[in-house]
């Protein structure tokens, strides 16, 4: 079934299910037990819908890439002297070639002189650049966040960016009358490096197989376990010893509303909506958990439009309020006294990645069981740079969670 034929299918059912939910509604506007229980239903055959649609999209975008040239044509004389610069430290296939080996084989001699430009401060190698871009890649893949927000790479701990706190203004003024100095307020924000790890086994068997890819699964459990603990982070870190989130009380986004009642309304989608200036809206994303998503889906406007709309065209997202939007299970739910929504222009927040992720393989610690321990990690901190860029929805109430 092609991505055209199931976003149809969608579309139809969520048609069928808008009409039941209108159709099934009781004077008080609520369904009955046994009707609830179909709607419910009907919605999930939709969100499978839409998970079988990105899944065909992310094929897809592989088969794009795996059919893509490999090589570039010659243009050139044969012979010609064309320049390239040698790739150097890191970067350099000497390096990539000595690291694997060491990666691979316990002891490996020939590798000290090559690996000694990587050497972190804990006894492992820092990953080589190639490598260290499909880390990033699968990174991207796995935190949902990640593509929304600004990455900048930073060589040493600490990063200060300057941000305007106060802006000048013009003046109507008389003629001849002195100008007024109005001039804009610069602070600084810190980016530091907080680190995170993980521990990955593999097997001495895989590991001595050369069929076995082991670059590309050590890329993908690094992801995996990585990416969702800087997902966590980016949403609901409280600042330390981790990144600081969009949903933090202190250092996190605006709050712009807060609903009328212990469940969200239209009313209090527009008033998110409004309370982000002009200028950010433009390019504003809402970022929630799949159970509001759930509850926005029976919301609807004066005219009985729902909030949520389905795409029926390739491309083109999914929409809120014509605004595409992203869930995570970070997200926090939608409780009294939570931050359930954000909304906003998240490429104000700033993911800052030291250069160098690394890697340490452990020979003895798991020998008994026949297996190779590998330690990696990365340091990378996060802030929203410009708290005005991102609003949040509040739920009416005193939140039960524990500090």
């Known amino acids: 079934m092609t991505i055209k034929e199931l976003r149809e299918k969608r579309a139809k059912a969520w048609d069928d299910a808008r009409d039941f939910l209108n159709s099934k509604r009781n004077d008080s506007g609520l369904l009955s037990e046994e009707d609830s229980k179909t709607y419910d239903d009907m919605e999930q055959q939709i969100v499978a819908y839409g998970k079988e649609i990105d899944r065909l999209e992310r094929q897809e975008k592989l088969a794009r890439e795996m059919n893509a040239a490999t090589s570039v044509p010659l243009v050139s004389a044969p012979g010609a002297h064309t320049e390239q610069s040698e790739k150097t430290g890191i970067a350099s296939d000497s390096y990539s070639k000595a690291f694997w080996n060491n990666i691979r084989n316990r002891n490996y001699i020939d590798v000290r002189n090559d690996l000694q430009i990587g050497t972190d401060s804990e006894g492992g190698y820092l990953c080589p650049d190639e490598f260290e871009k499909k880390l990033i890649s699968s990174l991207e893949e796995e935190n949902v966040f990640r593509p929304l927000a600004t990455k900048i790479q930073t060589s040493s701990g600490d990063r200060k960016i300057p941000v305007i706190t106060q802006k000048g203004e013009a003046v109507w003024m008389e003629e001849e009358e002195a100008y007024t100095l109005s001039d804009d307020a610069f602070g600084q924000i810190a980016l530091s490096a907080y680190k995170v790890g993980t521990a990955i086994k593999i097997s001495e068997e895989l590991l001595n197989d050369s069929v076995f890819d082991l670059p590309s699964y ?70 929630l958990n799949e159970q509001t998503l759930k509850a926005l889906r029976k919301i609807k406007d004066a005219n009985g439009n729902f909030l949520w709309q389905p795409s029926v065209s390739q491309g083109i997202p999914d929409t809120i309020l014509n605004r595409p939007y992203v869930t995570s299970v970070y997200a926090p739910t939608p409780d009294a006294g ?25 020979n003895e610690l798991f020998a008994m069981n026949g297996q190779i321990g590998f330690l990696a990690s990365q340091r990378v901190d996060g802030k929203l740079i410009l708290p005005e860029a991102v609003k949040t929805l509040t739920i009416k109430g005193t939140s039960t969670a524990k500090a």
Do not use: C, H
Request: no cysteine; aromatic share 14%; proline share 2%.
């Open 338 to 362: 939570n931050k359930a929504i954000a909304f906003g222009d998240f490429s104000y927040y700033w993911i800052a990645d030291r250069q160098g992720r690394s890697l340490k393989r452990l």
């Open 218 to 287: 050590i890329a993908k459990e690094f992801a995996r376990r990585i990416g969702t603990k800087e997902e966590e982070a980016f949403l609901i870190g409280d600042g330390k010893g981790k990144p600081t989130g969009i949903f933090a009380a202190t250092g996190g986004a605006e709050n712009g509303a807060t609903s009328a009642g212990a469940a969200i309304t239209f009313d209090d989608m527009m008033e998110l909506f409004y309370s982000l200036k002009s200028p950010y809206r433009k390019k504003a994303v809402w970022l």
